[in-house]
């Protein structure tokens, strides 16, 4: 404890310079010295203040069920991590390391969506419509710093346990920009929130953000599947009390999915490494090696969504070693009935729409 303060000591002065350098680069946006680029369809944006771990990929796949079945609905994202560049239309038959984790993620779950990856999302939007000019709404992932777009709807995530309020400036925090960024922001959505939460609690919660009137507040929540085999979606478990499993991850926190493996099986142990973290062979090793000789012996080794994606690059081996890796999947809910509430705010935005 002592030595965690200490180091947020030394890293202080260091948060201050990146807070001098992200208030002179967002003043520019705001004052018009950089100029955004507006679009005539919709585009509703996504993103987070802090670094990772605030559940933007799954709320993105609820917008995608939301919208899919009326509009032709495209995806944008940067590709982080992946080992390319520029403008890219995303295939199912691309891997991990060409397009990244979670846009590859987005095209396997929902094929007949338009997925693309790019750096300059002002200059990827127009090839984008040239090469698809048939859509109708774009969701922008992990866009809320991005600003050279202007987006008709800005949704910014925030989670119930780690809410920017009590975070603080990269590097002594997780902070990407200063807490007053958030009144960009048109909805915010308070993330991983307990499925118990009461009113109170989020009326609580709702003070300690200090939102604008024109902000509207939601409150979500994780609704997990039933694990499904890494390379057959079809064969599928249940999590039952008298299991042990490994959960192997490279996710930006993991105290909410091993909360709930724990509440699942008789017991959890981590194998975690960073977030987006591409497997290397030693690690499948040490893998293979953690589930061999591990007491108890576990019976299932449970990953994310998006690992599994990068799990794929290691397929040969995972099959030679017979390694039992389950996925489990996740899907966002709303609490306190407000699902319908978020889809007809999302639905008039787009009715309302005008260039």
């Not at 094929?111 to 999302?121: F, I, L, N």
């Not at 490279?250 to 960073?274: G, H, K, M, P, W």
């Not at 576990?298 to 081996?317: M, S």
């Amino acid at each position: 404890m002592v030595q965690s303060w200490l180091l947020r000591v030394l890293l202080f002065p260091f948060s201050l310079l990146y807070g001098l350098g992200s208030y002179l680069y967002q003043l520019a946006w705001d004052r018009g010295l950089l100029k955004s680029v507006q679009f005539d369809l919709p585009i509703i944006a996504v993103g987070n203040l802090s670094v990772g771990g605030s559940g933007k990929t799954p709320h993105v796949e609820y917008l995608i069920r939301l919208l899919h079945p009326y509009l032709q609905v495209g995806i944008l994202s940067r590709g982080y991590k992946r080992q390319t560049r520029g403008f890219r239309i995303v295939s199912a038959r691309d891997n991990a390391r060409t397009v990244g984790d979670e846009s590859l993620q987005y095209k396997r779950k929902f094929p007949q969506v338009v997925v693309a990856v790019a750096e300059e999302r002002a200059l990827a939007i127009p090839q984008l419509l040239k090469s698809h000019p048939e859509l109708q709404v774009i969701l922008l992932d992990d866009a809320y710093q991005h600003r050279a777009v202007k987006p008709g709807l800005n949704i910014l995530l925030t989670e119930y346990n780690r809410p920017w309020t009590r975070d603080w400036l990269l590097p002594v925090g997780r902070l990407r920009e200063w807490p007053c960024a958030s009144q960009r922001a048109d909805i915010v959505i308070a993330t991983k929130c307990p499925a118990s939460l009461s009113p109170s609690d989020a009326s609580f919660f709702e003070k300690e953000l200090k939102l604008s009137p024109h902000q509207q507040l939601f409150f979500s929540t994780y609704r997990y599947g039933s694990p499904y085999y890494l390379f057959n979606p079809q064969q599928r478990i249940s999590l039952q009390p008298h299991l042990h499993v490994v959960l192997l991850s490279a996710i930006a926190n993991t105290d909410y999915l091993l909360q709930y493996l724990e509440a699942q099986v008789q017991s959890a142990i981590t194998f975690t490494f960073a977030d987006h973290h591409y497997f290397s062979n030693y690690d499948m090793g040490q893998l293979d090696r953690l589930f061999r000789v591990r007491t108890p012996k576990p019976h299932l080794i449970i990953t994310t969504e998006k690992d599994a994606v990068r799990l794929e690059l290691h397929r040969q081996f995972i099959l030679e070693k017979q390694l039992p890796i389950f996925v489990l999947p996740v899907e966002v809910s709303f609490l306190f009935d407000q699902g319908a509430h978020f889809d007809a705010r999302i639905k008039q935005f787009l009715l309302d729409f005008k260039v």
